[in-house]
């Protein structure tokens, strides 16, 4: 199965905290996920970046 890796950024700090994979057939649209934030010290939301 093909997978990409792809970086999360924090929506709130916008820094780059996380980085994962996903599956390129499952979805055509940016990811995003409830993470947590060390720089905020709370839980925020994470987008994927380029």
Known sequence: MPR???V???AECKR???T???N???GT???E?????????K???HKETK
């Open 43 to 45: 839980r925020t939301l």
């Open 24 to 26: 390129k057939k499952a």
């Open 16 to 18: 780059r905290n996380y």
């Open 4 to 6: 990409e890796l792809v």
């Open 33 to 41: 996920m409830k993470k947590f934030c060390r720089f905020d010290k």
């Open 8 to 10: 999360m950024a924090c």
């Open 20 to 22: 994962t994979d996903r």
């Open 29 to 31: 649209g940016r990811l």
